[in-house]
């Protein structure tokens, strides 16, 4: 009897030592990423610089960022917008910012979910922006379909940090979880439907350029990492 009930407070006491190391050791958000959260996306990127305005033509196909959020799992705020400029130049910006990103749960890479929606993907090449002084690191990447061709640009952070590429991402999303840490990741992207490549990644310079200038320290911290 008493070797039993030895055996059972052994393994009481397992059970509790276990729970407790899993609780202290377990991966946590990082500690400022709650504000992130907090943040809707639309309070980060002006409607309006310089010489682009949102579209009103495109008004009735931008949904709330919240509302389409829900239908990305991954995802828990996603912002689309279509903005004009005086030349009548269009160029599409959609942003979307992932709470935990896990080795196992994280943001999809255009190159990705182009190709899942039925597009040809060609030349991804690393590249970067000069904004304001800072280097920003970027992907291009043409994506087409038939009657749509569309160059795009984009960018990732975890947490405040540019990624300057998907092994940079990995070994930060590594080394953050060793430590006990999961951070969250913005993607922005932007695209146009432009046959001219390198003529459309010229035009997301000049819109990223108008975009940070036009932006106070606290968004271009979080929007660009600096």
């Not at 276990?18 to 943040?39: G, I, K, L």
């Not at 899942?116 to 379909?145: C, Q």
């Not at 960018?155 to 951070?183: C, H, T, V, Y």
């Amino acid at each position: 009897m008493t070797s039993n009930k030895t055996l059972a407070w052994f393994v009481a006491v397992s059970m509790a030592l276990t729970a407790v190391v899993s609780h202290v050791f377990r991966p946590r958000p990082m500690p400022d990423a709650q504000a992130r959260a907090n943040t809707p996306l639309e309070q980060l990127f002006p409607s309006q610089f310089g010489d682009w305005r949102l579209d009103p033509s495109t008004a009735a196909l931008i949904r709330p960022a919240f509302e389409q959020a829900r239908r990305f799992q991954m995802y828990d705020q996603v912002l689309e917008r279509t903005y004009l400029d005086r030349y009548g130049r269009r160029v599409m910006l959609s942003v979307a910012y992932g709470r935990q990103q896990s080795v196992g749960l994280q943001m999809h890479r255009p190159e990705v979910c182009y190709k899942a929606g039925g597009f040809r993907i060609a030349d991804v090449k690393p590249g970067e922006f000069m904004l304001m002084g800072h280097k920003v690191p970027v992907t291009r990447l043409f994506a087409s379909m038939e009657g749509r061709p569309e160059p795009i640009t984009y960018w990732r952070l975890l947490g405040n940090e540019l990624m300057a590429d998907e092994q940079q991402f990995k070994l930060r999303q590594l080394s953050l979880g060793a430590s006990g840490s999961i951070p969250d990741g913005l993607l922005v992207r932007v695209s146009s439907i432009d046959d001219d490549p390198p003529g459309a990644y010229k035009l997301h310079a000049e819109f990223a350029q108008a975009m940070a200038q036009a932006m106070g320290p606290a968004q271009r911290l979080r929007v660009l990492g600096w």
